[in-house]
């Protein structure tokens, strides 16, 4: 993973970015959005989102992540319904759509993050966002 090392600190200064902005959000975790069953909406991850959210849940002492019956996101710990990799959730996570945390940020608030992540993207070699669970799926085949 060391020659990803500048695209995956790219990844982690927008995310970083994100999170410095003015933009009123209100997370609490309550897992609601986590519900791609429930809900019928599943993040899209670009290239650079994937392999950092991989690295996180391989940090996290596990090697491939369990099929929720419940179809809910892979990343969900069973036993505490908690994210598994919070500090490092892919830039979907953090703007979608959960009304709770103050509904979804408009795409042309952060257009500049997006591009950003589509660049790493491109450079990593993808080809455009894919659904969360096939996206951590592969970049977890790649660690
Ligand atoms: S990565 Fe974490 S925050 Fe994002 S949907 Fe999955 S469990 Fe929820």
Same mark, same amino acid.
């Given at each position: 993973m060391?020659?990803?090392a ?8 927008v995310?970083a ?6 933009? %009123?959000?209100?997370c ?8 791609? %069953? ?6 899209q991850?670009t290239r650079?989102?994937?392999? #950092?959210?991989a %690295? ?6 596990r ?17 505490t ?14 703007t979608?759509?959960?009304?709770a945390a ?5 795409r %042309?608030?952060?257009?500049p ?5 589509e ?10 966002p894919?659904?969360l ?9 790649? #660690?």
């Amino acid at each position: 993973m060391k020659r990803h090392a500048a695209s995956l600190a790219e990844v982690r200064s927008v995310y970083a970015e994100l999170a410095a902005r003015p933009i %009123q959000r209100n997370c609490l975790r309550r897992t609601e959005c986590c519900q791609f %069953q429930r809900t019928g909406k599943i993040p899209q991850l670009t290239r650079g989102e994937a392999l #950092l959210a991989a %690295q996180a849940f391989r940090a996290s002492g596990r090697k491939f992540p369990s099929l929720r019956k419940d179809g809910a996101c892979p990343m969900l710990q069973n036993e505490t319904g908690k994210c598994l990799i919070y500090e490092s959730r892919p830039f979907g996570c953090r703007t979608h759509f959960c009304q709770a945390a103050g509904g979804p940020i408009g795409r %042309q608030e952060v257009l500049p993050l997006i591009r950003r992540l589509e660049k790493v993207d491109a450079e990593l070699g993808g080809d455009g966002p894919h659904p969360l669970p096939q996206s951590i799926t592969q970049a977890l085949r790649e #660690l």
